[in-house]
T-cell receptor
Framework: DTEVTQTPKHLVMGMTNKKSLKCEQH?????MYWYKQKAKKPPELMFV???????INESVPSRFSPECPNSSLLNLHLHALQPEDSALYLC?????????????FGDGTRLSIL | AQSVAQPEDQVNVAEGNPLTVKCTYS??????LFWYVQYPNRGLQFLLK??????LVKGSYGFEAEFNKSQTSFHLKKPSALVSDSALYFC????????????FGQGTELSVKP
């Protein structure tokens, strides 16, 4: 069982829809991450939150909007996505962002854009 | 540019035989080094890490990895492969610049046949 919970597991949306992905962890971790992963490819970092503040944005298009309401919760708001945004979206957390502790990954949300 | 290479897209091994999944990196400084595994329809799972100290590190599920500073390599090994080890394996140094993040290799698909 993963300790990082992502909902929903699957999401199909049209290009004009607005939806949100949710990620939750109760390990007391203070760093949280969003990744995008295409099939059989490595994860691509999108955003990093450290102590609930956005610390890294990897030049992600504005149609993706992250939010960290508290230390346990991370959201990714989606609007006007493109077909190429179809992918597995992974959330991860770690005790802090300094790097010598492993990241714990959720099982992802599989997103399909029609 | 900082990079990590997994030179084999796929590794095929017979059950019971030893396995090696290769990783070399070109990263400034002394990075933390990680291996993650991804089973189908799952997120990434942490296997092991090298921070400092003994060049041979042991991890989960009987895996180990050998750090070689002169060759900037961090190869993953297991003395006796299981069919259940079949999965996608990612090597990932943690780099400190650009805010601090993991950079993932392209992944190696391990197939263990009975």
């Amino acid at each position: 069982d993963t300790e990082v919970t992502q909902t929903p597991k699957h999401l199909v949306m049209g290009m004009t829809n607005k939806k949100s992905l949710k990620c939750e962890q109760h390990m007391g971790h203070r760093a949280m991450y969003w990744y995008k992963q295409k099939a059989k490819k490595p994860p691509e970092l999108m955003f990093v939150y450290s102590y609930e503040k956005l610390s890294i944005n990897e030049s992600v298009p504005s149609r993706f909007s992250p939010e960290c309401p508290n230390s346990s919760l991370l959201n990714l708001h989606l609007h006007a996505l493109q077909p190429e945004d179809s992918a597995l979206y992974l959330c991860a957390s770690s005790p802090y962002s300094e790097g010598n502790q492993p990241q714990h990954f959720g099982d992802g949300t599989r997103l399909s854009i029609l | 540019a900082q990079s990590v290479a997994q030179p084999e897209d796929q590794v095929n091994v017979a059950e019971g035989n030893p396995l090696t999944v290769k990783c070399t990196y070109s990263v400034s400084g002394n990075p933390y080094l990680f291996w993650y595994v991804q089973y189908p329809n799952r997120g990434l799972q942490f296997l092991l890490k090298y921070i400092t100290g003994d060049n041979l590190v042991k991890g989960s599920y009987g895996f180990e990895a050998e750090f070689n500073k002169s060759q900037t390599s961090f190869h993953l090994k297991k003395p006796s492969a299981l069919v259940s080890d079949s999965a996608l394996y990612f090597c990932a140094p943690f780099i400190y610049n650009q805010g601090g993040k993991l950079i993932f290799g392209q992944g190696t698909e391990l197939s263990v046949k009975p």
